[in-house]
């Protein structure tokens, strides 16, 4: 009777190890579904892009929810909802994934589908800095800059976070980089510094308009 139990319990332990292989998508099929998911994103095949993502997202997968919150927000393949948007955004957020936070953090900011949370916003922001996320870091930057969320102004830690951004490659850090160095702020005045950083930023189509300092965030569809 022994032997026959224990025949039973590895059967039956073979078919459930079985069952959770068959649901379970490998990763290099995952990650061929995001790619493709992102070319379309990209060329604006929206339906498709829903097609691969919405069963990634439902399964955790952060990378899927960041692209279907992208949907919801902008309206592409569906109506725009930024509530749904904050959802796929918020269950990205909490597997630590930088860009979902900054994402997040927007909408805290605007209160776009959540209530504007200063609190959120900081912590959300913080969190994908820490991490190293350029955009994040040049946020940071310019809250430290404008005396922003309750940071006092403090252009030496502004230019610090600024630089940090724009060693990775941020645009909008390189040219805030080059006027810190144009007008002495949080640096010394460096001429040569500055233009070598705008530069940089002008590679990327990034022209200097007005008052880099007075720095009005845009959010608009990708």
């Known amino acids: 009777m022994k032997k026959h139990c ?14 959770m292989t068959v649901g379970a998508q490998p990763a290099d099929q995952v990650e061929q579904k995001l790619n493709e998911a992102w070319t379309a994103y990209n060329i604006g095949q929206y339906k498709k892009v829903l097609q691969l993502v919405q069963p990634l997202a439902s399964d955790g ?24 948007a904050a959802k ?10 930088s860009e979902a936070q900054v994402l997040l953090a927007y909408q805290y900011e605007l209160g776009q589908g959540v209530p504007k949370d200063d609190a959120a916003v900081v912590r959300l922001m913080t969190s994908a800095a820490n ?32 630089k940090m951004a724009a060693d ?3 645009a909008q850090a390189q040219r805030y980089v080059g006027a810190c160095y144009e007008y002495g702020v949080g640096v010394s005045e460096n001429a040569a ?20 300092f007075n720095f009005v965030r845009e959010y608009t569809m990708p």
């Not at 899927?64 to 749904?84: F, H, K, S, W």
């Not at 510094?193 to 880099?212: F, T």
């Open 6 to 19: 224990g025949v039973i319990v590895l059967a039956l332990a073979l078919f459930l190890f079985q069952g």
């Open 61 to 84: 997968n952060a990378r899927a929810q960041i692209i279907l919150g992208r949907c919801y927000e902008n309206g592409l393949g569906v109506p725009q909802d930024m509530e749904t």
């Open 88 to 97: 796929w955004f918020h269950l990205a957020a909490e597997q630590n994934n």
């Open 131 to 162: 991490a190293g996320n350029a955009e994040a870091l040049f946020n940071l930057a310019l809250y430290h800059g404008q005396g922003k969320y309750g940071f006092a102004k403090n252009p030496v830690e502004s230019f610090r976070l600024a």
């Open 168 to 170: 990775q490659g941020n």
């Open 193 to 212: 510094e500055a233009q070598v950083w705008y530069g940089k930023a002008k590679a990327q189509g990034l022209e200097i308009e007005g008052n880099v």
